[in-house]
Structure formats: structure tokens, C-alpha cells
T-cell receptor, first 117, second 113 residues
Framework: NAGVTQTPKFQVLKTGQSMTLQCAQD?????MSWYRQDPGMGLRLIHY???????DQGEVPNGYNVSRSTTEDFPLRLLSAAPSQTSVYFC????????????????FGAGSRLTVL | KNQVEQSPQSLIILEGKNCTLQ??????????LRWYKQDTGRGPVSLTI?????NTKSNGRYTATLDADTKQSSLHITASQLSDSASYIC????????????FGDGTTLTVKP
């Protein structure tokens, strides 16, 4: 049981380049989400999905796109990378989701460290 | 605006000592509060989750308390070990904020031999 797998672990981009951070989970979790973590700040929600075919914006969605074509995969796309997107990105999933209280306990991936020059 | 404030920002203790981390929140209406442990270079891992009716929950040497009236939670670590060195994150969910939780900035704990 691999849990939540993120790739790549490290990536360096030049301003304006695009790339996709991959996230896969093998726990049949219905809820998946992407966060960014910056020094001195709490985790901030970028996008989330409550099931295949359903996505929604989080707190800081600008500059990022997501899709959820399968239950297992939830890729995060950077359309035109900017230095402000230098951060550590975490994918997380949860086995259940409540429309009022949100996701249950989250299982996080190991993170992807992105540097934009 | 929903907020979660954690204190202290950082803490250094000697191995074997106890410590208590604080979490104050303004999230309303309250649904649940979770504590996560994040080792350096790793993703957060869940320690405890508490709902409105729960005052205390333990996970080994970790004990979380919740006072929903004062909107405060604490995480008590007993007989600390070097492996407890990590960031501890408090996360609070509201009962109307679908899909979104409010994360605290975390407390960085360093346990020294």
C-alpha cells in the first residue's frame, strides 16, 4: 500500500515554463487536494476534488489548474511558472468528505519542492 | 475570518521532559480539530482528531485536549524523545466551510539530548 505518491520530489523551472506535479493514491479515497507550504506560513489549499470529474478552487488557486479524470490521480498544472510559485507542494487525500465539514483525516504525500528562477 | 493561532512558534526542550503546545481558533461553527506532526522534509501525519463533544484524546505519548467554549486546544507530549523533533500543526474545520480547513502555522519542537 503506497498511500499518496507525489512526483517529482524536486523540480527547477525557469519563469514562464509550464509543468505538471503528479499525485496518485491507491486507497480509493474520494477526496484529494493540493496545498502549498511556504516558510513561516501554514499550509494553504490550492485546489481540491471530492470525486472523479469534480474539482473546486481553494484559497490560492491562481496560476494553477487541476483535473480529476480518475479516482486515483489528481495532477496539478502550473501554466506559466512565476518565482512566487517557488514552494513545497503537498498532495493529500481523505477517504470521506462531508459537504458541510469538509474532508476527514488527510493522508499527505511526501511533498514536491519546486523552485522557479 | 476563520483563524488558527499556534503558540509558541518554536520550542526547545531536553529529552525526557514534557511539553505543551497551544492552539487557539476562531473557526465557527466548529466541526473538528486535528493535530498533525510534520517531520522535516516529509508530509504531515495525523496524530489526533477531535469533535465538539470530545475533551481529550490520546495517541501514545501525545494527548490532545479541547475546550470548545474557549476555543482552545492543547497538545501535551509526555517523556519527549529525540524523534518528537518536528513541526506540530493544528487544523480546524468549520461546519459550513465545505472542503476547506484552516491550518495553523505550526509549532517547531526541538528535543535535545
Amino acid at each position: 500500500n503506497a498511500g499518496v505518491t507525489q512526483t517529482p520530489k524536486f523540480q527547477v523551472l525557469k519563469t514562464g515554463q509550464s509543468m505538471t506535479l503528479q499525485c496518485a493514491q491507491d486507497m480509493n479515497h474520494e477526496y484529494m487536494s493540493w496545498y502549498r507550504q511556504d516558510p513561516g506560513m501554514g499550509l494553504r489549499l490550492i485546489h481540491y476534488s471530492v470525486g472523479a470529474g469534480i474539482t473546486d478552487q481553494g484559497e490560492v488557486p491562481n496560476g494553477y489548474n487541476v483535473s480529476r479524470s480518475t479516482t486515483e490521480d489528481f495532477p496539478l498544472r502550473l501554466l506559466s511558472a512565476a518565482p512566487s510559485q517557488t514552494s513545497v507542494y503537498f498532495c493529500a487525500s481523505s477517504y470521506s468528505y462531508n459537504s458541510r465539514s469538509g474532508a476527514n483525516v488527510l493522508t499527505f504525500g511526501a511533498g514536491s519542492r519546486l523552485t522557479v528562477l | 475570518k476563520n483563524q488558527v493561532e499556534q503558540s509558541p512558534q518554536s520550542l526547545i526542550i531536553l529529552e525526557g521532559k514534557n511539553c505543551t503546545l497551544q492552539c487557539n481558533y476562531t473557526v465557527s461553527p466548529f466541526s473538528n480539530l486535528r493535530w498533525y506532526k510534520q517531520d522535516t522534509g516529509r508530509g504531515p501525519v495525523s496524530l489526533t482528531i477531535m469533535t465538539f463533544s470530545e475533551n481529550t484524546k490520546s495517541n501514545g505519548r501525545y494527548t490532545a485536549t479541547l475546550d470548545a467554549d474557549t476555543k482552545q486546544s492543547s497538545l501535551h507530549i509526555t517523556a519527549s524523545q529525540l524523534s518528537d523533533s518536528a513541526s506540530y500543526i493544528c487544523v480546524v474545520s468549520a461546519n459550513t466551510n465545505a472542503g476547506k480547513s484552516t491550518f495553523g502555522d505550526g509549532t517547531t519542537l526541538t528535543v535535545k539530548p
